[in-house]
């Protein structure tokens, strides 16, 4: 009895990380039709008239069609960094559980962190659809072990808004007030 026991529960994980790492696979090769490889250096540097360059302080401004598709262009290579990030993860996740030389904690603690990540790619999915239901056009959420970050395409994100979206993020993950991050892109 005791053996049909302990069979079921690692079908159960194991059957858990296959839907994980096939949902990851799939997301991957959806996000990764663009043929584009992404450089994040060229991405998050911008030059003054001196010729000094910037990191990551990129702000786009107005709402012209040039400016528009560059927002556009954002948002679909910070997801598709995202899902490289997350796919690199749950490989090595994937990796971990199948070494037979590991012991039963090893395993344990392998198995935890792969439900983690796939519960940190659920909350980030619920927070995008949330937020982009509040009526913003786009919405980009990455949820890490102990932080939250969003970013909004907005023409102007005012404090009520940030509130709202704020206390999505709070209700659908276990992050303190003071870890979470809201941005926007205009």
């Known amino acids: 009895m005791k053996f049909n026991m ?5 079908q159960i ?3 858990s990380l296959v839907l994980v790492l096939g949902a990851a696979i799939y997301l991957n090769y959806t996000f990764s039709q663009t043929g584009q490889p992404y450089d994040i250096t060229t991405a998050a540097t911008t030059s003054d008239e001196d010729g000094t360059e910037h990191y990551g302080e990129a702000q786009l401004t107005g709402a012209s069609a040039e400016e528009d598709s560059t927002a556009d262009e954002y948002f679909a290579q910070a997801r598709l960094e995202r899902q490289r ?5 749950v490989e090595t996740l994937a990796n971990t559980l199948g070494n037979a030389d590991l012991s039963d904690e090893e395993k344990e603690l392998a198995t935890a962190k792969a439900l983690e990540v796939s519960k940190q790619m659920e909350s980030e999915a619920n927070i ?3 937020v ?4 913003f056009e786009d919405c980009l959420a990455i949820v890490s072990d102990d932080s939250v970050k969003v970013v909004v395409k907005t023409e102007g994100l005012n404090a009520e808004q940030a509130a709202q979206i704020k206390n999505i993020i709070l209700e659908e993950t276990d992050v303190l007030a003071e870890n979470v991050s809201v941005g926007e892109v205009q």
């Open 85 to 89: 990030s997350r796919d690199e993860a």
């Open 128 to 130: 995008e659809t949330l």
């Open 13 to 15: 994980v194991l059957a």
């Open 6 to 10: 302990i069979l079921g529960k690692k």
């Open 132 to 135: 982009k239901a509040k009526g």
